[in-house]
């Protein structure tokens, strides 16, 4: 697959945007290349056009020798396209999803039952072939999406951010069908992902920003732009969140995010003085030389671009008026014996934690674990079957509207209303919230300076990157100033320096006293937490902080066990625990 000065541009009103701008590299055959980009890079546009579905405005696609815009029916006969949202039929059963993939893909009768056989081994659906689709996991509905799109079996798989929203033991069941997809059948993958670890999967990399190749070249090539400028700090006695923020302020420090206990750095250059220079700006700090990962280098290009296009903009910083400090000894929100049940089946069963004032509690837990619903008991907006929840000091289950007054909600797909504009969607929850006159526009103005949404004030919100769409969501859900606010996976599918704009702001709001409760599936976002709970089918396997968790995965093999290590290992263990008669 090769592409030759592919340009794309979009209407939009007045305004042209090129999603494509003399895009040119080569995909090479029986391997796995990652398309890796920020918001609006143009990955999903050039995965569009590389199956056919759109023409580029000039240039060529070549798949297989053929010229995908002049012939993309026969093209299409060689590719397999999984978008991002992909079309099951949720009121249809796994085995008549594959059915009705088969007839579209014109997949002989003859051939079904063996090539069936095999994807249901490969994506371990085969126990669940009577089930309705919709009532699958979203690992599971991922998996059969992927079987769908791999009915016909095509010699090129275009595979447009399939993890995203999937947990950390999901995304290793995908991606161990791609490589078995390589091995086994020399297929070509080009597949596009948010997560950077992910990138470090690939045999090579293709690196896309605002519609421009920025590099190409293999994990190793990209880590070597970066050598010697990697490092983990530690300060005694000092939060790793707050010398988290301290360090990224400081000059010649160009990334600073939390790794277990630590905080890893990339430095502007490798000169010592660099590291000299941290004490005087944080005393007390220490550091340790590390390998570079992928992420290092793909962070420091975007921020060098970034800083190049936009160096008068100021950086992103918290300018919240302060609030009065709440007693840090009551818990700000009770959970004793919490079930809800639909029919019969338990979704949360007798679940029990605290969370104070100020603290950040993460719930984590694989797809269909119960943590959304979760979230929604304690909003407020879905009544629990049986137990006690307290929120702000108000029992949900009598009086849901006056807790509701003191939390913001943040829900895990964008829930605005995507018609309005932006200003619209802001003008509208802060008069739901029931703010009007000139506290109003002035939470209104601090919401458009804050998250920097005036060049964007009057656009259609559905037509966001999903960037600017999780920023609104979060604006829209602070307007009222809440004391608790619940987050939904909130940087699904978000690039990963939106991702860092969107703790930093987090942290600053858990400083003042905010109450954050967070569900994500990104392992690294959960070091941020104070404490968390791992969900299973409903129940809650552990909870403690982010070192006690991966405590528990500690071993002989694996000493220095990550995040990720000890949620695989928690959920492996319970679901081995219940197969066991």
């Not at 081994?121 to 699958?136: C, E, H, I, N, V």
């Not at 930093?504 to 569900?519: C, H, K, L, P």
Request: charged share 25%; hydrophobic share 40%.
């Amino acid at each position: 697959m090769a592409f030759d000065r592919v340009r794309k541009a979009f209407a939009r009103g007045r305004l042209t945007i090129d999603a494509l701008d003399d895009v040119t590299f080569a995909v090479r055959e029986s391997r796995v290349t990652g398309l890796i980009g920020p918001d609006a890079a143009g990955k999903t546009t050039l995965m569009r056009l590389a199956a056919g579905l759109m023409k580029p405005d000039s240039g060529t696609i070549t798949v297989l020798d053929i010229d995908v815009a002049a012939n993309p029916l026969v093209a299409q006969t060689a590719v397999g396209y999984m978008p991002q949202r992909f079309g099951l039929y949720e009121d249809l059963s796994v085995q008549e999803n594959l059915d009705l993939y088969a007839d579209l893909q014109g997949v002989p009768a003859a051939e079904r039952p063996p090539r069936y056989q095999e994807l249901m081994q490969m994506t371990g659906l085969g126990p669940f072939t009577r089930r309705l689709a919709g009532r699958l996991s979203g690992g599971m509905k991922q998996k059969l999406g992927l079987a769908c799109t791999l009915v016909r079996s095509p010699q090129i798989l275009l595979l447009d951010e399939p993890t995203v929203g999937v947990d950390p033991l999901s995304r290793r069941e995908l991606w161990s069908i791609v490589y078995r997809l390589v091995r086994d059948h020399h297929t070509t993958v080009l597949l596009s992902t948010a997560y950077l670890d992910e990138a470090e999967r690939c045999d090579e990399i293709v690196m896309l920003h605002e519609g421009r190749v920025l590099g190409q070249g293999t994990p190793t090539h990209f880590k070597e732009q970066v050598r010697g400028r990697t490092h983990l700090a530690v300060a005694s006695g000092r939060r790793k969140r707050r010398l988290q923020e301290q360090l990224s302020q400081t000059p010649g420090v160009v990334d600073a995010i939390i790794q277990a206990d630590k905080v890893r750095l990339v430095m502007a250059d490798d000169s010592p003085l660099r590291l000299q220079n941290l004490s005087v700006h944080v005393p007390g700090v220490s550091t340790e030389p590390v390998s570079a990962r992928f992420e290092d280098s793909f962070i420091t290009l975007l921020r060098d671009r970034r800083q190049a296009e936009r160096h008068n903009e100021p950086a992103v910083s918290w300018d919240e008026p302060a609030r009065p400090r709440s007693d840090r000894k009551a818990p700000v929100i009770e959970v004793r014996e919490l079930e809800r049940r639909f029919g019969s089946f338990y979704a949360v069963k007798g679940i029990s934690f605290e969370v104070y004032p100020g603290e950040v509690f993460g719930l984590l837990g694989a797809n269909g674990a119960g943590k959304s619903t979760t979230f929604r008991m304690l909003c407020g907006l879905l009544p629990a079957s049986s137990g006690h929840l307290q929120v702000a000091g108000v029992d949900l289950r009598r009086a849901a509207a006056t807790a509701r007054r003191r939390i913001g909600y943040m829900a895990q797909k964008f829930s605005l209303y995507g018609d309005l504009s932006v200003l619209q969607n802001l003008s509208f929850f802060s008069s739901a919230y029931g703010l009007s006159g000139s506290r109003r526009s002035e939470r209104i103005t601090w919401a458009m300076q804050q998250f920097d949404l005036r060049p964007v004030a009057d656009s259609t919100s559905s037509n966001l990157p999903l960037g600017y769409k999780q920023r609104l969501s979060m604006a829209c859900a602070l307007m009222h100033r809440p004391d608790i606010l619940f987050l939904d996976e909130p940087t699904s599918g978000v690039d990963p320096l939106a991702r860092r704009e969107f703790w930093s702001r987090v942290n600053a709001m858990a400083e003042q006293g905010v109450t954050v409760m967070v569900t994500t599936h990104f392992m690294e976002e959960a070091e941020y937490c104070d404490r968390l709970a791992i969900m299973a089918a409903g129940s809650i396997l552990a909870i403690g902080t982010p070192a006690e968790i991966r405590e528990r995965a500690r071993s002989p093999e694996r000493p220095d066990p990550t995040m990720e290590d000890a949620f695989i290992a928690l959920i492996e263990a319970d679901q081995k625990s219940k197969a066991t008669p």
